[in-house]
Nanobody, 124 residues
Framework: QVQLVESGGGLVQAGGSLRLSCAASGSIFSIGAMGWYRQAPGKQRELVATITASGNTNYADSVKGRFTISRDNAKNTVYLQMNSLKPEDTAVYFC??????????????????WGQGTQVTVSS
């Protein structure tokens, strides 16, 4: 059983910054790739940024240069530093993680988990 808990969302003016956090807890052996996704009203969910266990990152073109994804493996936490925020960044942001969990007999299994989402609203 694994839970992802997000925090850091809120209301900010255009040009401002927010840092989102997502901490994983529960039955965790290791965490592979982690990422952030967002869904704006009337739009499909889209990938924002991902980071592998080794630290390789990938960003959507719309946020490249403004957002930075990072992780703290000791805390099982992924962060999204969002700078120079724009109104079009307004969305519910979800974190995702691929988690390996221990099982009996030394067997491990992997599942993708999602956070509950946190609202980011950017005003003009």
């Amino acid at each position: 059983q694994v839970q992802l808990v997000e925090s850091g969302g809120g209301l900010v003016q255009a040009g401002g910054s927010l840092r989102l956090s997502c901490a994983a807890s529960g039955s965790i052996f290791s965490i592979g790739a982690m990422g952030w996704y967002r869904q704006a009203p009337g739009k499909q969910r889209e990938l924002v940024a991902t980071i592998t266990a080794s630290g390789n990152t990938n960003y959507a073109d719309s946020v490249k240069g403004r957002f930075t994804i990072s992780r703290d493996n000791a805390k099982n936490t992924v962060y999204l530093q969002m700078n120079s925020l724009k109104p079009e960044d307004t969305a519910v942001y979800f974190c995702n993680a691929g988690v390996w969990s221990p099982q009996s007999g030394g067997v491990h299994y992997s599942n993708d988990y999602w956070g509950q989402g946190t609202q980011v609203t950017v005003s003009s």
